[in-house]
């Protein structure tokens, strides 16, 4: 049982177009997240949801909307993709958020690449 | 906000030594400090963690320590194993925060 499952694994798409990534964790956790990690590695919060609610949204272009429908679930939605955006996209879940300690854990899924070309 | 800084960004080390990654960071608020390690093609996953009120954690070959004065901490891998080969990140977070900030990451090779 996949704890925190995000589709597709892999997106390869054109420049201008409409795309979606889905994730949806089966912890019963409050808060969920989506990260971007770019081709140096480096993992940086876009989004933060608890209880459906948007807690943190970085500086993340307006072309990027995540939308909660549950807590189980955080999609997220990008409009005229650029080359830019090609990165792996990871959804992540907590129980309560990251500063509580052993609640805090962040659990990641397997993480969804995207190639803009 | 939080701004994490991890170093080195690559380490090569043989099998049976130790590594060290240090991490510094700049909220004084900071009040957990976990390490992801970060496997070819997988999401992070939690391998330790330690709390601003304790100073060093040990979980077998591995061990956090955390000067709360300082604003560092590090992660030390004793014994290391070809399969301890992996992007590690360091993360800061609060209580009054929703994120973690992560580390860019350091990505440690152990040669047998």
């Known amino acids: 049982d996949t704890a925190v499952s995000q589709t597709p694994k892999y997106l390869v798409t054109q420049m201008g177009n409409d795309k979606s990534i889905k994730c949806e964790q089966n912890?019963?956790?409050?808060?969920m997240y989506w990260y971007k990690q770019d081709s140096k590695k480096f993992l940086k919060i876009m989004f933060s949801?608890?209880?459906?609610?948007?807690?943190i949204n970085e500086t993340v272009p307006n072309r990027f909307s995540p939308k909660s429908p549950d807590k189980a679930h955080l999609n997220l939605h990008i409009n005229s993709l650029e080359l830019g955006d090609s990165a792996v996209y990871f959804c992540?879940?907590?129980?309560?958020?990251?500063?509580?300690?052993?609640?805090?854990?962040?659990?990641f899924g397997e993480g969804s690449r995207l190639t803009v070309l | 906000g939080e701004n994490v800084e991890q170093h080195p960004s690559t380490l090569s080390v043989q099998e049976g030594d130790s590594a060290v990654i240090k991490c510094t960071y700049s909220?004084?608020?900071?009040?957990?400090f976990p390490w992801y390690k970060q496997e070819l093609g997988k999401g992070p996953q939690l391998i330790i963690d330690?709390?601003?009120?304790?100073g060093e954690k040990k979980d077998q070959r591995i061990a956090v320590t955390l000067n709360k004065t300082a604003k560092h901490f590090s992660l030390h891998i004793t014994e290391t194993q070809p399969e301890d080969s992996a992007v590690y990140f360091c993360?800061?977070?609060?209580?009054?925060?929703?994120?973690?900030?992560f580390g860019k990451g350091t990505s440690l090779l152990v040669t047998p």
């Open positions: 992540a879940s907590s129980q309560a958020p990251p500063g509580t300690g052993e609640t805090g854990e962040l659990f």
């Open positions: 912890l019963g956790h409050d808060t």
């Open positions: 949801y608890n209880n459906k609610e948007l807690i």
């Open positions: 909220d004084s608020a900071s009040n957990y």
């Open positions: 330690i709390r601003s009120n304790v």
């Open positions: 993360a800061a977070g609060a209580n009054s925060g929703y994120a973690l900030n």
